[in-house]
């Protein structure tokens, strides 16, 4: 993420209705999304001019407002088209979004009455996540910090207070010389990675952790839809930690990601091999794929 800071860059940003020059799109420091945690967002990316699975995302968006009782009358089809009119805006035809809704600054206390839901779209050019390492492979650490059970944090929600433990986890395995971190779930099962969810392959079979306690990502479900496609079989279960060195290859999706192999974590190695290799080049060109081609051709 290299480049200006991201409050000091020209272009535009889709703020409560309208599109703001990237500079003026400010809020307060009393401001109850920072506060208090009362913030839900998106990651989203442009290939070829086209927002990939677009509808999803917007519609993950207002649910995750919704499971945080942030009320608003946005519609799916208003979030979709402020994405589309901030990607336009922007120039770029590849590109990274982040639709963000938040409560504001109207009243200050852990109440949120009085407060108003807030809406923004911000893009900027983001190439891939880990680099250059994709097929090369990562090194991920074992995070110390662990996801919540769902009855104690709202976890199918996009909520940006979820992230500090990602945070913590990745700053930590950043600051001992790996790329990433791998968190386990609160019973001490493999959960996700600090932004990607996790898969395993043994056997030519895919193994992937349940998302009892995490998100089903929009490219996970896809992913998954790509190798049952070419008749992979994928089993979805708690996997344990113990399990890791049983097996071959192991990688990671997410928007953000993309489908990224990894070749150890902690003592664990891995050889990014040929199922991994088969579904980062069809995920790779199925996001290039016009919106209704995408639509026919994706199982999610």
């Not at 079979?205 to 790509?226: E, K």
């Not at 290039?288 to 995408?294: A, G, I, W």
Request: net charge neutral.
């Amino acid at each position: 993420m290299a480049g200006p800071s991201f409050d000091d860059r020209d272009g535009w940003i889709w703020f409560d209705g309208k599109l703001v020059p990237w500079r003026e799109a400010k809020v307060h420091v009393v401001l109850h999304g920072l506060h208090y945690g009362s913030c839900v967002f998106e990651g989203e990316r442009a290939y070829n001019g086209h927002v990939f699975k677009l509808r999803q995302h917007s519609q993950r968006l207002l649910e995750s407002a919704k499971i945080l009782g942030m009320e608003t009358s946005l519609t799916v089809e208003e979030v979709d088209a402020a994405c589309n009119e901030t990607l336009k805006a922007s120039g770029f035809t590849d590109a990274y979004l982040r639709p963000v809704m938040w409560r504001g600054s109207e009243s200050m206390g852990v109440s949120p009455k009085g407060t108003k839901v807030h809406f923004a779209v911000a893009i900027w050019p983001w190439g891939a996540y880990f680099g250059d390492q994709r097929m090369k492979g990562i090194r991920l650490d074992m995070g110390q910090w662990r996801r919540p059970a769902p009855d104690t944090a709202p976890t199918r929600a996009k909520a940006a207070g979820l992230y500090m433990i990602a945070t913590l986890n990745k700053n930590a395995a950043e600051e001992k010389g790996f790329d990433d971190a791998m968190m386990l779930d609160w019973r001490g099962q493999v959960a996700e990675a600090t932004g990607a969810n996790i898969f395993f392959v043994k056997d030519g079979a895919i193994h992937t952790p349940t998302p009892d306690c995490f998100l089903d990502g929009i490219t996970r479900r896809t992913v998954m839809g790509i190798a049952r496609a070419r008749q992979i079989v994928v089993h979805e279960r708690a996997i344990r930690p113990e399990e890791l060195s049983g097996f071959t290859e192991c990688f990671l999706t997410g928007t953000a990601a993309e489908v990224t192999a990894v070749r150890e974590i902690g003592p664990v190695k891995y050889n990014p091999g040929g199922i991994t290799q088969t579904l980062m080049t069809d995920y790779d060109a199925l996001v290039r794929m016009s919106p209704d081609e995408v639509a026919r051709r994706s199982p999610s």
